[in-house]
């Protein structure tokens, strides 16, 4: 009987420590520069793209102990897609506020624009994310050829 006390108590603690090891894991969210995200592929940025919305609602998880119950979508400073629109608009002098739907809590990722560009992305994932931007715009008529 004692031994299996002892080895019930052994098996809790030691789940115990590996629940508080994971629960104590890295928080962050990778933070990406627009740098590095303008050389990438469309596949790529992509990937980058659904690793921060995973990111984000852990780093949620673990600081609440609960997952959101919509999307958890993390802030747009930190979403590659998001970064890399930010950059294309101000190199080619494209306001925001052009593109933005402001009743989102989100207006670059609900934007006219990030679905033109995507889709792009989707069809042709082989292709520079920044090709794929430039022809949303032409296609949206933010920029001339």
């Not at 990937?47 to 609440?64: C, G, K, M, N, S």
């Not at 629109?85 to 190199?91: S, V």
Request: proline share 3%; with cysteine; hydrophobic share 40%.
């Amino acid at each position: 009987m004692k031994r299996s006390v002892v080895a019930a108590l052994t098996l809790c603690a030691s789940a115990a420590g590996l629940a508080a090891f994971i629960w104590s894991g890295p928080s962050e969210i990778r933070l990406y520069t627009a740098d590095e995200l303008a050389e990438l592929t469309c596949e790529a940025l992509g990937e980058r793209h659904e690793v921060a919305y995973h990111d984000a609602e852990l780093a949620y998880y673990r600081q609440t102990g609960a997952f959101h119950d919509d999307l958890g979508i993390p802030s747009e400073d930190v979403v590659p897609y998001a970064v890399l629109i930010k950059r294309f608009l101000r190199d080619h002098e494209i306001s925001e506020t052009d593109i933005a739907d402001t009743s989102s809590t989100t207006p670059i990722l609900s934007s006219d624009f990030y679905y033109a560009a995507s889709t792009i992305c989707a069809t042709n994932p082989s292709w520079q994310a920044t090709d794929a931007m430039r022809q949303a715009a032409l296609n949206l008529g933010l920029i001339d050829e």
